[in-house]
């Protein structure tokens, strides 16, 4: 088992900038790739971002290439995603999650989820 909990999400306004952690603890940390997903209101949940298990490589989705950076400290079991030049439409609860699975992290299978973390972006 891999628990998973994020933090640092709020209310920003559009242009500022916000931190997500993601604490993790249980099983070996970097035995497991690590992304960032959202849901919006009424809307099914995205792929955000994703890195590696070295942190070696990292993927984003186009809606937040070159304003978000993902990151991982795996001395300290923690995940980062940094968020600039927020907009309205990046408003939405954020998760983390771990995988063990090969395949594309965008769309393989994770494992684990945290309890999420709320983003919203003012206007």
């Known amino acids: 088992q891999v628990q998973l909990k994020e933090s640092g999400g709020g209310l920003v306004q559009a242009g500022g900038s916000l931190r997500l952690s993601c604490a993790a603890s249980?099983?070996?940390?970097?035995?497991?790739?690590m992304g960032w997903f959202r849901q919006a209101p009424r809307k099914s949940r995205e792929f955000v971002a994703a890195?590696?298990?070295?942190?070696?490589?990292?993927y984003y989705a186009d809606s937040v290439k070159g304003r978000f950076t993902i990151s991982r400290d795996n001395a300290t079991s923690t995940l980062t995603l940094q968020m600039s030049s927020l907009k309205p439409e990046d408003t939405a609860v954020y998760y983390c999650a771990a995988t063990a699975w090969a395949g594309p992290l965008a769309t393989t299978k994770y494992d684990y989820w945290g309890q999420g973390t709320p983003v919203t972006v003012s206007s």
């Open positions: 249980g099983r070996t940390f970097t035995n497991y790739a």
């Open positions: 890195i590696r298990e070295s942190g070696g490589t990292t």
